[in-house]
């Protein structure tokens, strides 16, 4: 491992941190929703950045369900 590498517990720490609920939680998107079979408004759930603080993947949350998350 380089030395300049990150420790293991300092990658689960930025990880943990980065996968919050986005920051505009009053934000609703109509996304098709599996779990319902219809489309149905989702509120931001959490999101994956990249070691430079880059967006790499949102999650939605249907809010008519709660049981099913999609990439938006």
């Not at 609920?21 to 996304?31: M, W």
């Not at 149905?40 to 993947?57: E, F, M, N, Q």
């Amino acid at each position: 491992m380089p030395d300049n590498a990150p420790s293991p517990q300092d990658v689960a720490r930025l990880l943990a941190r980065r996968s919050v609920p986005a920051a505009d939680a009053g934000v609703t998107r109509q996304l098709e929703c599996l779990a319902c079979d219809r489309f149905t408004d989702h509120a931001p759930g959490p999101a994956t950045y990249d070691r430079d603080g880059h967006l790499l993947v949102q999650w939605w949350r249907c809010l008519a369900c709660r049981e099913a998350s999609t990439v938006g």
